[in-house]
């Protein structure tokens, strides 16, 4: 190949132009040698190129041929490039761009789909990816890291060493530890939490950093969560006229369009541990002719729309949270508490304004009508869903002592069978993952993890706020109304296909070309229950369904199985139940506390926020509730445990703890010693010569060997011994470099 003439640049390196000048000179893509050669690039400098010219491949500026060529092509998609998410799709997916552009490629849209390993994303961040072309100006990417962007600030624990005070990042990322300069404006001590600023970004080795906040200490048990909240950046503080809004609310009156129903038994049935109530439920037999063994039921929620009033402090406020966040020790809610745990709150003997739906079912649980009005409501009672089932339990108690709240149960439960009755027609997913339950002392320090009792007082619940929730979507859609649907759309062929592959292992056939219904997962968690690995199929399962997000186009639920269907029953709680109301407000001239008539594209921005802030708040819960568990698991170091293999990966396997529903991972090098080949396919991890095979939903015994409170992370090693055939393999040792190297021999465990 004939090189261009250059002119001698001497130890100067040539700019990208220069390059890219060159490169495109040429008749035939040219090597990193060949450009080298042309601006006589040496020693030290030859790094400088590979990173530039890797940065130019990157950002799409400069091809890279299958034989390692170069060229430069401005209709050039990179096989591998930095993608920035610009969107959440209905289904969960992402959209993404090119975060470097040029004129043709500018444009172009990118879909990174949800894959078993793809970290939690979201919008704005950016993530390198490989970049593969499925059809006309539309490409697929597979994530193959998170670029993590550098940060002025983070969260840690402050830490004394022997060099002075160490700022710890609480994600255990050593980039960010740092030492804290001692002229800090704000007190510290020793296990302290705060939140830093860098004083060198660019820094990662002797960083230096100083105190913005402290939040609290790291013995003290009631911090764990405020390093969650703090983490993830969740807003705890309200402005001063939203909380001068919800400390002045006065009750809502009767008027016009405000019915009362004071008169009629309504409860509210929650946990024990429930601060606020947004919802309260009656039920009685039909007596009409034509509905034999028919109910008519009533939800009343809480008439938030009353006092938070379009683009007022409130609405901002809680536009801007999205939703409440719950821990095992504190609530951070959407509205100020003079609202959500008073005015709002439907406690008991007390006067709320609510909106309500009754509805009449027949004996199979088909909903004959609804009606909404808005209303004036007095709450009975506050029953737990313990009490409600012990109590509808002892049924011949009941009819002998005449209690208040047994004689309601009765017909709510039998309204329930119903309801219950329709969901098996439908066919509506059932998957059941065991959700853990943090249980605090009265110090604040964790007593318990356990498993959430699920009994058929929380199903009654659930049934009878799904059937709200249709009516409120079909009577928006009847009324020609915008709404902020729930939605959750058919699973991808990927994940289904994938799925497929991971049944297999289990001895479970999905067969191809099935129409993907919920009864066809029904089916196969039918065929799981009495599979040992039945827990882990049911989180397969899980996994393959696409993200439950909200928008403005309705796409049916497909997890309830669902045509339409609309959040409408926790208003106090969850910002898209609180649009819902304005709506169906506006649509039955019920008051001007709906606002404006919206529109779809006025309504989908605020989907998508909402969307991204119940994202937030659920990985939020997620984080708490790790390091309460890894604070419970500190205190049992050294102890044996069953656990199951939830995951496999190449570089170990992640397992979760019988008895206390703690995750923990299981790396390679806590195996016995051999080389691992991973199997993606089956799930497998298998020694190349002792034989042992460690697959997805497999029991091993394993010890705990580490607990950290402050990530969150648990760390356990392999307790089991080896196979009976199994090859006997040594390893290599040294003490030192100079030293002759020895082998040791592993013994059996």
Known sequence: MNLPKTKKLG?????????????????????RRDVARAFKIKGSDRIWLKKTLRELTGSGEVALSQRRGFSVSSKTVPSVSIIEIIKVLEDGDLLGKLKKTNDETARIKILISYKSGTPALQVGDHVLAKIQKSGSDVYNATVMRRIERKSSTAIGIITKTSKGMKFLPIDGRRSQEAFIQPHSSISFLDGDIVKVEFNDIGRSIGRKASVLEKFGNQNNSQSVSLISIHEHEIPTEFSAAAIDLATNAKPAMLDDNRKDIRNVDLITID???????????????????????????????????????????????????????????????????ALSNGMCSLRPNEDRACLAVQITIDNQGKKLSHKFFRALMRSKARVTYEDLQSTFDSKEKIQSS???????????????????????????????????QVQLGTNGDVENIKDRERLDSHRLIEEFMVLANVCAAETLEEKKYACVYRVHDVPSSDKINGLRVNLEAFGIKLNKGQVVTSKLFNEVLKKAANHDAKETINQLVLRSQSQAIYSSNNLGHFGLGLRRYAHFTSPIRRYSDLLVHRALILAHN??????????????????????????????????????????FMAQKLGESFDAIITSVMGFGVFVRLDNCYADALLPVRSLPYDYYEHDDKRHTLTGRNNGIVFSLGEKIPVTLKTADPITGRLAVDYAGGLP???NVIYKKTSKTKNRRQKFKKLSKR
């Open 590 to 631: 019920y008051g001007k506390d709906g606002g404006i008539k919206a529109t779809m594209e006025e309504l989908e921005p605020i989907c998508e926020a909402i969307s991204l802030t119940e994202r937030r708040a659920a990985v939020a819960e997620r984080s708490a509730n790790d390091r309460y568990s890894a604070r």
């Open 11 to 31: 130890q100067s390196r040539p700019n990208i132009e220069q390059i890219k000048t060159y490169i495109n000179s040429t008749s035939k893509p040219v090597t």
């Open 402 to 436: 005449g209690d208040f709240i047994g004689k309601l149960a009765i017909p709510l439960y039998g309204a329930f069978n119903a309801l219950h009755t329709a969901r098996l027609i439908r066919g509506a997913l059932d998957i059941e993952v065991p959700e853990m």
């Open 724 to 726: 009976e055939n199994a």
């Open 271 to 337: 946990g024990s541990d429930a601060r606020d109530f947004d919802d309260a439920v009656w039920a009685e037999k039909d007596q009409t002719k034509n509905n034999k063994d028919g109910w008519r039921i009533i939800v009343a929620i809480a008439d938030v729309a009353h006092y938070v009033k379009p683009d007022d402090a409130l609405d901002v406020e809680a536009r801007k949270r999205g939703n409440s966040v719950y821990f095992p020790d504190r609530v951070v809610p959407m509205l100020p508490e």
